[in-house]
């Protein structure tokens, strides 16, 4: 079902020899029919740890639920406020809940196993427990996820955001949950160059902007959601098939805010950094721990890229999307 290559570069040795899990990349050899991606269509090798190729195939064969919502981004793109907009919009405005058990128990992150070792806890024991409709977070491009999401037609809910913004704020989260130490220099000539965890960020984009008029895919990107998150919650209620008083909607909007989930020990992912401390075995304090939501802000790479790379990762976007029709964070 997939070809594994080993990836031995600079930037891929350097990151091993850090602690970081070993890097491959993973290309499909089936056919991956009813995706709505044209027939001819060749996918790129996707940049993933090694303990996750081993899995592959376990996880494209996953059995989905017809009536499961998908997540799906590139990490950093804005998938946690993603997340909770979507669970909540689910599941009846159940902020009673939503305060009281946390996000990544409401919403399972598909292939956590697979990036990196948990003995304790298994995502496809706790799937199985899930009451439906379950909303599963992932950050898989097409190529890796299960099959079955496009024989069963699960909903999709697709966010992407400026690659320079992702870079920057993906680097921030790399250097504070693994034991990665290189330069965001270093870090963003990886990312440029696919070589690191989930890469091509931009053929990930891609794809899913390809078949956004699919009935069971929204698109959406972050951008939209800090500008406008009315329009936003408004469409992903129409695509949920759900609706809501205008009341309900005003309190979701005020939950959503950046600074209500940041504040919201539910809702800001620290428990998944405890978890990754005790992995590493780190001690974690809450004054110094690395904080999951960080800024989440628009514009925010201004402060800390370079104009040079500014212009290569502009470069990179154009050659990639503008062929195809795409002209999203071309400038």
Not at 19 to 31: A, F, N, Q, T, W
Not at 76 to 96: A, L, P, R, S
Not at 242 to 253: D, F, G, P, T
């Amino acid at each position: 079902m997939f070809r594994v290559e080993e990836i031995h570069t600079q930037v891929t040795d350097k990151i091993v020899s850090q602690g970081v899990s070993e890097l491959v990349r993973i290309y499909p050899l089936d056919d991956i029919d009813e995706t709505g991606l044209p027939e001819t269509w060749n996918f790129n090798g996707t940049c993933m740890p090694k303990i996750y190729a081993n899995r592959a195939k376990e996880y494209a064969n996953f059995k989905v639920r017809e009536d499961d919502i998908w997540v799906v981004t590139y990490p950093k793109c804005g998938t946690t406020w993603t997340q909770e907009m979507t669970w909540m919009i689910v599941n009846d405005m159940d902020f009673n809940k939503s305060n009281s058990k946390d996000i990544t128990e409401r919403i399972i992150f598909f292939e956590l196993n697979g990036m990196v070792e948990l003995e304790s806890w298994d995502a496809f024991k706790a799937l199985e427990e899930q009451k439906s409709p379950r909303v599963i977070k992932t950050h898989l491009p097409i190529s890796l996820l299960p099959r079955d999401i496009w024989k069963k037609k699960c909903k999709i809910i697709y966010v992407t955001r400026d690659p320079k913004d992702v870079v920057v704020s993906f680097f921030h989260h790399f250097i504070g949950m693994t034991p990665y130490t290189g330069t965001i220099e270093e870090f963003i000539e990886g990312f440029l160059t696919d070589q690191f965890i989930y890469c091509s960020f931009w053929y990930h984009v891609l794809e899913f902007w390809m078949i956004r008029k699919s009935e069971n895919v929204l698109f959406i990107t972050f951008e939209d959601m800090k500008k406008d998150l009315r329009t936003v919650i408004d469409k992903t209620c129409l695509f949920l098939e759900k609706k809501y008083k205008e009341e309900e909607i005003s309190k979701l909007i005020d939950h959503l805010s950046f600074e209500k989930m940041k504040a919201n020990p539910t809702c800001n992912n620290q428990g998944l950094v405890k978890c990754l401390y005790g992995i590493l075995e780190r001690e974690y304090k809450d004054e110094t721990a690395f904080q999951f939501m960080r800024k989440g802000k628009v514009g925010g790479y201004k402060k800390e890229l370079s104009l040079d790379y500014v212009q290569k990762i502009n470069l990179k976007t154009r050659e990639i999307f503008l062929p195809h029709g795409l002209n999203l964070y071309c400038r």
